[in-house]
């Protein structure tokens, strides 16, 4: 018999990995505090807990106006129409992403142009975008992905050669760090998910940082049903009238919730960090194994997802083939999103609601060329999970005992039925 797990041989790992999210006694009284409270929610917005969780959130990454909402995804339309960018606009967004990433400029009306990716990081490439650029062309999106940052300092330079809005997608890089400054803080937005599989979480819920106490404001007036808002985003002023808006607000337990998340994350993120450096050293040992390239401008990295890559050939295996086999041996992990390209979203032959029925000219994917994504999505990424990182160093020799051991059985895998 194989010695492979997924072949009915024994696992590499029979104990589980810690859950996520974490929770203690601290969790269940800021949410009963909440509850007798009497203040669930509504507004004035933000409540105490929201405006409270703002604040924090900003000293956390290091800067900015913080507007606490319902999501990730709805962080990135407000931010475009708070930037009023709307009807007919162009906004470049990364092949390698979440849907959500391109889904919010079409639900602010404006239309996502998708680019490629930088093999080393699997994030935005900015030589990419500039070829991009048009006269209709007004933000730029970078996704900060797994545990990798884009570059930041020469699409801050793009966008200020072009005057682009840069809206950061940081749903996966909460504490992350380029050149000592958070993520979220460089572009003129920053874009956070505190949805339930997110390193810091209230189960489902959203922070936009902007840039200016201008576009707080702005912000939070959308999210508030278009109430009036003071600089900042805080509640009511009382001189301006309502603009058109929705309600997206974060409620007051989400928001209790989420103010521990912040008590536990630093300790959370240093010992992700420690793993993941002992991961990188014990991963680049391994035939056919990419472990991607750290931007040494990237100071704190924050670990969603710990990305790296296989070349099938050399590794003896893709990478869907590698996923399942270390399921199987008990690591948690995954082949990660599909490139941008195939979703269905976009497939007018797949989709009567495909975006392309509407723009036919934007979306002619057969006529683009996106060769490091589809590699990426289609081939060589692997996206281990967050909690192996929080195991201790066991956590990180199980993991990698298994992926030698999968190369070692490859064979088993080519020659079963
Ligand atoms: C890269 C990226 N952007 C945006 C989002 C959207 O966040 P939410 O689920 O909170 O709407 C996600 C969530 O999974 C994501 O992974």
């Known amino acids: 018999m194989s010695e492979l797990a997924i072949l009915g041989g024994p696992k590499t790992r029979t104990e589980a990995y810690p859950q996520w999210p974490v929770w203690d006694q601290r969790d269940i009284d800021a949410v009963i505090e909440v509850i007798k409270s009497g203040r669930w929610g509504g507004f004035p917005y933000p409540g105490p807990k929201t405006a409270e969780l703002a604040q924090k959130f900003a000293e956390m990454q290091g800067g900015g106006y913080a507007v606490p909402m319902a999501n990730g995804t709805v962080t990135m339309e407000v931010a475009l129409r708070a930037a009023g960018i709307g009807w007919g606009d162009e906004v470049i967004v990364p092949a390698y992403t979440f849907q959500a990433t ?6 602010a009306g404006a239309i996502p ?8 990081t699997y994030c935005l490439d900015a030589g990419a975008a500039e070829k991009a650029i048009t006269p209709k062309t007004k933000a730029i999106i970078p996704v900060h992905l797994g545990s990798n940052m ?3 300092d020469a699409i801050m330079a793009l966008a200020e050669q072009h005057n682009l809005i840069v809206i950061e997608d940081c749903a996966h890089a909460h504490g992350a760090k380029w050149l000592g400054k958070g993520a979220g803080t460089i572009g003129h937005f920053g874009s956070f998910s505190l949805q339930s599989s997110k390193t810091l979480t209230t189960g489902e819920g959203g922070i936009l940082l902007c840039r200016t106490p201008e576009l707080a404001a702005k912000a939070a007036s959308i999210i508030d049903c278009g109430r009036p808002h003071a600089l900042g985003g805080g509640p009511e002023d009382e001189s301006m009238d309502f603009q058109v808006g929705g309600n997206f607000r974060l409620s007051e337990i989400a928001a209790a919730l989420a103010l521990v998340g912040i008590e536990r994350f630093p300790a959370q993120a240093q010992e ?8 990188d050293e014990s991963l680049s040992e391994i035939k056919g194994v990419r472990v991607l390239k750290r931007d040494e401008r990237h100071t704190t990295r924050s670990f969603y997802r710990y990305i790296f890559a296989i070349n099938p050939s050399e590794f003896g295996m893709e990478h869907e083939e590698l996923c399942d086999a270390l399921d199987a041996e008990g690591i948690d992990c995954w082949v990660g999103y599909e490139a941008m390209h195939n979703y269905k979203l976009f497939q007018p032959q797949k989709s009567r609601l495909a975006v392309p029925n509407a723009f036919p000219q934007y979306f002619d994917f057969a006529s683009m060329n996106l060769p490091e994504a589809a590699r990426a999505c289609e081939h060589e990424a692997v996206w281990l999970d967050e909690s192996i990182f929080r195991a201790g160093p066991k956590g990180v020799d199980d993991a990698v005992a298994a992926i030698k051991k999968i190369q070692m059985n490859a064979p088993d895998l080519t020659t079963r039925d």
């Open 272 to 279: 992700r960090e420690k793993m993941a450096a002992y991961m």
């Open 113 to 120: 142009v998708i680019v490629d990716v930088n093999p080393n």
């Open 102 to 107: 391109a889904s919010a400029p079409m639900a």
């Open 150 to 152: 884009a570059d930041m």
